[in-house]
């Protein structure tokens, strides 16, 4: 049996051995076992954060990320930009904490002036500007409720 993290990825289908020492006897289990594995996930459309004060949020990424409101209510609303939709949610459907935690990456072509308006915004600058070791310039600031952004640019 394989371990764990070993099991194949292809095809979309493994058998679950009822046993670890050997499979099971198909004379007494007429149909083995099985659990479908989802199909890789084609891309993430969107993300939604948990804010207390909705409007502040919404404001906060226009001026500081430039993205476009699609709809705005008192408790959510709904950003996009080009290949970015953000909702923000002040009661949502579960109990979840804030936005705390999560660092949203925009890539820019000149961080520093993103970093400049973001500050000029009233966000702080956490750190930056800094080259990492995978080959990015990357400038990190925060924002209401802490809401963290790195933007960042490919060197």
């Known amino acids: 049996m394989l371990p764990f993290g070993k099991l194949p990825?292809?095809?979309h289908?493994?058998?679950i051995l009822t046993d670890d020492r050997r499979p099971p006897d198909r004379r007494t289990t007429p149909h083995p076992q099985t659990c479908s594995l989802p199909p890789a996930m084609s891309s993430l459309r969107?993300?939604?954060?948990i804010v207390?004060?909705?409007?502040?949020?919404v404001a906060f990424f226009q001026q500081v990320?430039?993205?476009?409101?699609?709809?705005?209510?008192e408790q959510f609303a709904e950003l996009e930009g080009r290949k970015i939709r953000i909702m923000l949610n002040a009661e949502p459907a579960g109990p979840v904490a804030t936005a705390?935690?999560?660092i949203l990456h925009f890539e820019e072509e000149n961080i520093s002036a993103a970093a400049w308006r973001a500050e000029a915004y009233?966000?702080?600058?956490?750190?930056?500007?800094?080259?990492?070791a995978w080959g990015t310039e990357s400038v990190w600031v925060q924002g209401?409720?802490?809401?963290?952004?790195?933007?960042?640019r490919n060197t």
């Open 9 to 11: 990825l292809f095809p």
């Open 13 to 15: 289908s493994v058998r």
């Open 46 to 49: 969107s993300t939604s954060l």
């Open 52 to 57: 207390r004060d909705v409007a502040k949020a």
């Open 65 to 73: 990320t430039g993205l476009q409101v699609l709809q705005q209510f």
């Open 100 to 102: 705390a935690g999560i």
């Open 122 to 132: 009233g966000a702080a600058v956490l750190k930056g500007p800094i080259h990492t």
């Open 144 to 152: 209401p409720e802490g809401i963290v952004i790195d933007f960042y």
